[in-house]
Structure formats: structure tokens, C-alpha cells
């Protein structure tokens, strides 16, 4: 899978909007992006994905710039148990398996 | 109902003994995997079995063996472990659909395992 690349951590206040910047320039044309995170003493759990378009669910948006290089993934109103590290990752659009790579993601601290 | 569920939770244990976790899963997944995180929180995966085939096989030593009795579980037996096998365990299991790049892992809780 292509690497992205992650500010390791970030801060915000309780009740704001969150800005989870990824970079993934060497994207190949079929990846999915992909986010997921991991919630302390927890598994990963999936956020959200997109391939070229725009995303949203209940949980967050995920912005895909236009050459796809980089998304951003937006959660509208962060609560403190939005505190996790949030992890950008390529998915390969082959394969029955999702080999995906875990990089060291984003620590998101939410305070009040 | 938890959707994947692995046990036991905690599992400590000394140096040369031989232990399993389990994993069930009840989403009617096709694909499971067996990733570890280790003390410095990477996460990687070791191994992943399609309908009890074994599909991926990471640069896993031998001592591990996954054992997959149907496309529901997937276990994971560790022969003579060593200090360096202490981490957390997550199995993990995903849909087989028609667009393989949109398949999503749903994870379990993790299995801490502990090598004294």
C-alpha cells in the first residue's frame, strides 16, 4: 500500500470542528482512501472512505483534493470521545483481504 | 451482540509456554485477520484467511500458527513464546464485495498478551 503521511498529533476544544489533514502523494489512480481510529484500549474502528468524491456519514466528512494527494478528514463538532488516534490509510482496489498499513496516525486530544 | 469478540481479554504467561486466542466472528464476514500492536502502538498485520483459506502471510515467525475452523473463527496458537511476543492482538474481519478497495475491517477489542 502507498504511504500517507500524518501530523502526529493534534489539539481542539470540545463543540468545534476538527481538521485531520493526509498526505498521500505517490496515490495510485484505483487506492481507496481510507480512516480509521483507535479509541484508547480499544481495536481500530473504520470512520470513513472515499475514492474521489466528497464523503459524508454519521460520523464525519472526508474531503479528497481534487489530484488526490491529500484528504482531509472533518468531524463537525468534536466531543472528548472523539479522542483517538486517527489513522489515514491506502487501500488497494485488489484483493479479497484488506492488507492495510498502519501508519503512526494523529492523536487527536479534545478538551473542553 | 459484539460482533467480533476475541478471548480471553488478558493472558499472561511465561517464556517457553504455548497459548491461543480466539476469535469469533458473527457478521457473516468472509475474510479474517490477526494483526499485532506492539509497544510502540504500530499496527500490523500478520496473517488473513478467506473462507479458512490462508491468504496473507506476513514475516510472521513459524511459532505463530492460525488455525481457521470455519469462515466464523479464525485462532491463533503461539508455540514457545519469547518476551518480544508481548502485545496486543486484534482479529479483525471484513465483507468480500464487489469493489475490493471499499471493503472495510470491523476489529475486535484486542487480546493483551503479557511474556514474563
Known amino acids: 500500500d502507498a504511504k500517507t503521511t500524518q501530523p502526529n498529533s493534534m489539539e481542539s476544544n470540545e463543540e468545534e470542528p476538527v481538521h485531520l489533514p493526509c498526505n498521500h502523494s505517490?496515490?495510485?489512480?484505483?487506492?481507496?482512501i481510507h480512516w480509521y481510529r483507535q479509541l484508547p484500549s480499544q481495536g481500530p474502528e473504520y470512520v470513513i472512505h472515499?475514492?474521489?468524491s466528497n464523503v459524508n456519514n454519521r460520523m464525519a466528512s472526508l474531503a479528497i483534493a481534487e489530484d488526490r494527494k491529500s484528504s482531509t478528514l472533518i468531524l463537525h463538532r468534536a466531543t472528548l470521545r472523539d479522542a483517538a488516534v486517527y489513522y489515514c490509510?491506502?487501500?488497494?482496489?485488489?484483493?479479497?483481504?484488506?492488507?492495510?498499513?498502519f501508519g503512526t496516525g494523529t492523536r487527536l486530544q479534545v478538551t473542553l | 451482540d459484539t460482533a467480533v469478540s476475541q478471548t480471553p481479554k488478558y493472558l499472561v504467561t511465561q517464556m517457553g509456554n504455548d497459548k491461543s486466542i480466539k476469535c469469533e466472528q458473527n457478521?457473516?464476514?468472509?475474510?479474517m485477520y490477526w494483526y499485532k500492536q506492539d509497544s510502540k502502538k504500530f499496527l500490523k498485520i500478520m496473517f488473513s484467511?478467506?473462507?479458512?483459506?490462508?491468504?496473507i502471510n506476513e514475516t510472521v515467525p513459524n511459532r505463530f500458527s492460525p488455525k481457521s475452523p470455519d469462515k466464523a473463527h479464525l485462532n491463533l496458537h503461539i508455540n514457545s513464546l519469547e518476551l518480544g511476543d508481548s502485545a496486543v492482538y486484534f482479529c479483525?474481519?471484513?465483507?468480500?464485495?464487489?469493489?475490493?478497495?471499499?471493503?472495510?475491517?470491523?476489529f475486535g477489542a484486542g487480546s493483551r498478551l503479557t511474556v514474563l
Open positions: 472515499g475514492l474521489t
Open positions: 479483525a474481519s471484513s465483507r468480500v464485495g464487489p469493489v475490493a478497495g471499499a471493503n472495510v475491517l470491523t
Open positions: 505517490t496515490i495510485s489512480g484505483t487506492d481507496y
Open positions: 457478521l457473516g464476514h468472509d475474510t
Open positions: 490509510i491506502l487501500r488497494e482496489n485488489t484483493g479479497t483481504a484488506s492488507k492495510l498499513t
Open positions: 484467511y478467506n473462507n479458512k483459506e490462508l491468504i
